[in-house]
């Protein structure tokens, strides 16, 4: 099974820019993972953010992009906001397999 | 407004089993491909199975592979996980995820806490 590798932490300022990135032990991550990118507060059930690389739900704040940089998958937070300070899970496809990552604990300070 | 209820968690022992049912509503069940993922206490989550919404078909992590079954009865809106052989490793918040299976995943239950201990 395939090792979805995140930064364990990160820490932004209010206001700032942050990327988040989610790299594959296969190789590169392409658009046929369909990355999926999570946001999970203490004792709350996850979020979807963005869905198939760069693809925002309803609910997506605008501040929130995904892409794919440099061989992985990345989300990047432009305006950081207090309220962001969150867990945040990428999740990639192996031919209908599923990998999380480990997470990446954000914090706005 | 799409609402996944989860139920059937509890305590285990050990090389025991437990159904987890999850009700959906506010969407048509039968179109859309369904998930369960976990997470263990203070750790991170993972992707148990998924169950297509066309055929059926089924997938399944590694370590759940073998003793874990999911399935879906369209007619009741619901999803199940069938889970036997239960390990100590299998105690987590389990979360019933409308999608997968060419389906991106959006809507996420309130999850169920399944105890394996002795």
């Known amino acids: 099974q395939a090792v979805v590798t995140q930064e364990p932490s990160l820490t932004v300022s209010p206001g700032g820019t942050v990327t988040l990135t989610c790299g594959s032990s296969?190789?590169?991550?392409?658009?046929?993972?369909?990355t999926h990118w999570f946001q999970q507060k203490p004792g709350q059930a996850p979020r979807t953010l963005i869905h198939?690389?760069?693809n925002k739900h309803s609910w997506t704040p605008a501040r929130f992009s995904g892409s794919l940089l440099g061989g992985k998958a990345a989300l990047t937070l432009s305006g950081a906001q207090p309220e962001d300070e969150a867990e945040y899970y990428c999740l990639l496809s192996y031919s209908g397999v599923w990998v999380f990552g480990g997470g990446t604990k954000l914090t706005v300070l | 407004e799409v609402q996944l209820l989860e139920s059937g968690g509890g305590l285990a022992q050990p090389g025991g089993s437990l159904r987890l049912s999850c009700e959906a509503s506010?969407?048509?069940?039968?179109?859309?491909?369904m998930s369960w993922v976990r997470q263990a206490p203070g750790k991170g989550l993972e992707w148990v199975s998924g169950?297509?919404?066309?055929?059926?078909?089924?997938n399944y992590a590694d370590s759940v592979k073998g003793r874990f079954t999911i399935s879906r009865e369209n007619s009741k809106n619901t999803l199940y996980l069938q889970m036997n052989s239960l390990k100590a490793e299998d105690t987590a918040v389990y979360y019933c995820v409308k999608g997968g299976w060419g389906n991106y995943y959006d809507y996420w239950g309130q999850g169920t806490l399944v105890t394996v201990s002795s």
């Open positions: 198939d690389t760069s």
């Open positions: 506010g969407f048509t069940f039968s179109n859309h491909a």
């Open positions: 169950v297509s919404n066309s055929d059926g078909s089924t």
């Open positions: 296969t190789g590169a991550v392409t658009g046929g993972h369909y």
